[in-house]
């Protein structure tokens, strides 16, 4: 019988090294090459972190940039489809993600057809990293260790490889694979695990969601254990409370809510400093001197691309309108409205500076809404603990906030749900939560979606830019396409490997 290897895949898997500097691109073709742990280090740093680049615009950096469409899927944005401008800066980013954000079968094309994005870009990238971490891992342990500190070095080095493993397939299972449901996670399909370096000659197959978030489970409960009692490095490079806050975050998708509150809780008994809006002075709410920030990698566009004027996205009427007009996130994540847009403050926006990822960061504010979704989930005994850990939050975002304690239940739930919503914009959490939410047993809520697609054309006679195309789509709870396509290439490489079924698009022609 044929054998067919995972091609695409495993043809990036096999290298050790694939932007490294050059002596560590000789560590593919011979491993003798790694003469201690130092090395592993290096290029665990150098090539299985997520990269951060210092580009605004997404095309001159794709093959560096993670999901960015993730932020135009959901609710958080809009696409202006009014003329009143005095400018237009193109419609790059619209036709960029434009396969992605109106849910379309084919989400590498724009409405005419023509490739954009590369499909298969997320998928590669985020392999790349887990054999970096493969590769780490199976060498490890052969490095020579002498003292006290080359054994606390190699703990660590073990800890962050773990967790990068563990953080990648996460990603990978709620891109690619349906949101955990504890009725169907069995047979639901996510990704391929490979947690070898090697080449092997054989057919990948989609694991299950359940299996698979059983490996970033394990791989996390590794990572803490190695990484306990060890400081952290930096804010770029991982620690134990950030493996805490990620358990947390995993074990509240699975609807396990003990553990969701144990970790959490951990993480917050390491830090548990939140940034007080009442009197802030900061420049800015969001950086890497941020006593929220915990840790971050990769970088951020969505600053850059929700401050244009006109023609691409910005933050949404919808997301808007659950601020009231006393929360003080309103003035320090958007700041002033310029020409019907709200300028998105949060994080740094100028050209160069990319200290926090839009996709990638775990921050305290996280771990206080973990705590507080899931001890609200448990109830009786745990209903106290939710309402102290959401106003603990609150009050750090409102002026002179007086304490809810009346919220109990449903309630509560859907309060917590609305403040993660609130406060946890543009950080690469709503697609994922709205999908969560679907398949929430005791509290489910669904949401129809609706994005609309417009461009513009010139009218010299007027002098204005005017609409020139203008569609509604629409995305109903439990349709196929809040789950992405699985690569053609990897379809093709992995004979019978069943892809995730997506509909054409129907939309609504308003011009």
Excluded at 48 to 74: E, L
């Amino acid at each position: 019988m044929k054998r067919y290897k995972f091609s695409s895949l495993i043809g990036i898997l096999c290298c050790t090294c694939f932007a490294c500097d050059s002596f560590l691109t000789e560590y593919s073709h011979d491993q003798a090459y790694v003469q201690s742990y130092t090395d592993l280090d290096e290029l665990l740093l150098g090539s299985g972190y997520m990269k951060c680049t210092k580009s605004n615009k997404y095309t001159s950096s794709a093959k560096d940039t993670y999901y960015p469409y993730i932020h135009f899927m959901a609710d958080e944005t809009e696409v202006r489809t009014s003329g009143e401008f005095d400018d237009w800066y193109g419609d790059e980013t619209l036709r960029l993600f434009y396969g992605f954000y109106t849910w379309q079968r084919e989400v590498n094309k724009d409405h005419e057809g023509t490739s954009t994005w590369t499909e298969s870009q997320d998928w590669n990238n985020l392999y790349k990293h887990i054999n970096i971490a493969n590769t780490v891992l199976s060498q490890i342990d052969n490095q020579k260790v002498e003292t006290t500190n080359d054994q606390q070095n190699v703990n660590r080095i073990k800890g962050e490889a773990h967790f990068l493993r563990g953080a990648y397939y996460f990603i990978l299972a709620n891109l690619y694979g349906k949101p955990y449901s504890t009725a169907t996670a069995q047979t639901d399909l996510a990704v391929p695990l490979k947690l070898t370096e090697y080449i092997e000659d054989k057919v990948y197959t989609r694991a299950t969601v359940e299996k698979t978030y059983e490996q970033v489970v394990k791989d996390l409960l590794e990572a803490e254990n190695y990484l306990k009692g060890i400081s952290r490095k930096s804010v770029t490079r991982t620690s134990h409370q950030a493996t805490c806050l990620m358990l947390s975050r995993v074990y509240l998708y699975m609807q396990n809510y003990a553990e969701a509150v144990k970790w959490a809780k951990a993480c917050l008994e390491e830090q548990s400093n939140l940034t007080d809006l009442n009197g802030f002075q900061g420049e800015m709410f969001l950086n890497q001197s941020s006593p929220e920030l915990i840790f971050t990698m990769g970088s951020n566009y969505i600053g850059y691309n929700l401050t244009q004027k006109a023609g691409n996205f910005s933050a949404s009427d919808d997301l808007m309108k659950c601020y009231s007009e006393n929360d003080l996130r309103k003035q320090f994540f958007f700041g002033a409205v310029e020409e019907g847009v709200y300028k998105y403050t949060k994080v740094f926006t100028t050209y160069g500076i990319r200290e926090i990822s839009d996709n990638f960061i775990l921050r305290t504010a996280e771990a206080y809404l973990n705590l507080a979704e899931a001890a609200a989930c448990l109830g009786n005994e745990y209903t106290t603990e939710a309402q102290n850990a959401y106003n603990t939050l609150r009050k750090h975002r409102f002026p002179n906030y007086t304490e809810e304690h009346f919220l109990t239940g449903k309630a509560l739930v859907e309060a917590i749900r609305l403040e993660r919503r609130r406060e946890l914009c543009f950080e690469g959490h709503r697609w994922f939560d709205l999908r969560r939410y679907m398949v929430n047993e005791l509290y489910p809520e669904e949401k129809t979606l609706t994005n609309t697609y417009a461009l513009f054309k010139y009218n010299s006679s007027s002098e204005q830019y005017e609409t020139s195309l203008h569609r509604i789509y629409t995305l109903e709870p439990h349709d196929g396409a809040w789950v992405l396509p699985i690569p053609d290439a990897e379809l093709e490489s992995n004979y019978g490997m069943p892809d995730n079924p997506r509909n054409e698009r129907e939309y609504k022609q308003i011009k």
